[in-house]
Nanobody, 127 residues
Framework: QVQLVESGGGLVQAGDSLRLSCTASGRTFSSHAMGWFRQAPGKGRESVAAISASGITTRYVDSVKGRFTISRDNAKDTLYLQMNSLKPEDTAAYYC????????????????????WGQGTQVTVSS
C-alpha cells in the first residue's frame, strides 16, 4: 500500500502559478498510474489530470489543458501538478490518487479505479 501526502496549496491571485506535490511512502509508487482530482465547495469531485506509471502518457480535463502539467519523479516517489494561469474557478481542494494499475485500461477519470488517496491541499484563487 502507498500513503500519499499533498503539499503546495495556498492563496494566489488570478493569473498566478502554483506547483502541487504529492509525496508517496511505500515501495510501489512507480508501479501505479497517478491522478489529480479536485473538489470545489458545494460540488462533486472531478478529475483533473492523470499520468501513467512510466510518465509517458498523460491526460487532462479540457478546462485545464494548456495551463496545468502533471509529472512525476519515480526516483523521489513524488507526483507534481504545475498550475499556471490560475483562474478563480480553479479554487478547490486538490487530491492526488493512485490508480490500481500502471496505466488506465478504460477511462483515466474514473474515481473507482483509484485505490489510495491523499488528504488534499487547498488552492484558492482570488479574482
Amino acid at each position: 500500500q502507498v500513503q500519499l501526502v499533498e503539499s503546495g496549496g495556498g492563496l494566489v491571485q488570478a493569473g498566478d502559478s502554483l506547483r502541487l506535490s504529492c509525496t508517496a511512502s511505500g515501495r510501489t509508487f512507480s508501479s501505479h498510474a497517478m491522478g489529480w482530482f479536485r473538489q470545489a465547495p458545494g460540488k462533486g469531485r472531478e478529475s483533473v489530470a492523470a499520468i501513467s506509471a512510466s510518465g509517458i502518457t498523460t491526460r487532462y480535463v479540457d478546462s485545464v489543458k494548456g495551463r496545468f502539467t502533471i509529472s512525476r519523479d519515480n526516483a523521489k516517489d513524488t507526483l507534481y501538478l504545475q498550475m499556471n494561469s490560475l483562474k478563480p474557478e480553479d479554487t478547490a481542494a486538490y487530491y492526488c490518487a493512485g490508480h490500481r494499475s500502471r496505466v488506465w485500461g478504460g477511462s483515466w477519470y474514473q474515481e473507482h479505479e483509484y485505490d489510495f488517496w491523499g488528504q488534499g491541499t487547498q488552492v484558492t484563487v482570488s479574482s
